[in-house]
């Protein structure tokens, strides 16, 4: 049975810092492309983050590029979002995806 279980998110200051994890279980995780998405209120869902199987090359929204860090641990089967200077902006739910797999989702809520 695939699961990807997120964890990590809350409530958070602006300019604040917050390390989201995925695990996944059920399939070969270090031969998957791993992403984060995240789905603020009223809006698309919107690619954040992608870091590659093998060589680990990552890819990031123009909105986030300088403040966001995707890393992947394969021995461990987690992927890793550490996001830096938090805006209210970024608000949303982030979810972890592997192709067709999708995690629950955690709630990031960036306010005074």
């Known amino acids: 049975q695939v699961q990807l279980v997120e964890s990590g998110g809350g409530l958070v200051q602006p300019g604040g810092s917050l390390r989201l994890s995925c695990t996944a279980s059920?399939?070969?995780?270090?031969?998957?492309?791993m992403r984060w998405y995240r789905q603020a209120p009223g809006k698309e869902r919107e690619l954040v983050a992608t870091?590659?199987?093998?060589?680990?090359?990552?890819n990031y929204a123009d909105s986030v590029k300088g403040r966001f860090v995707i890393s992947r641990d394969n021995a461990k089967n987690t992927v890793y979002l550490q996001m830096n200077s938090l805006k209210p902006e970024d608000t949303a739910v982030y979810y972890c995806?592997?192709?067709?797999?999708w995690g629950q989702g955690t709630q990031v809520t960036v306010s005074s």
């Open positions: 995806n592997a192709s067709w797999y």
């Open positions: 059920g399939f070969s995780f270090s031969g998957y492309t």
């Open positions: 870091i590659s199987s093998a060589a680990g090359i990552t």
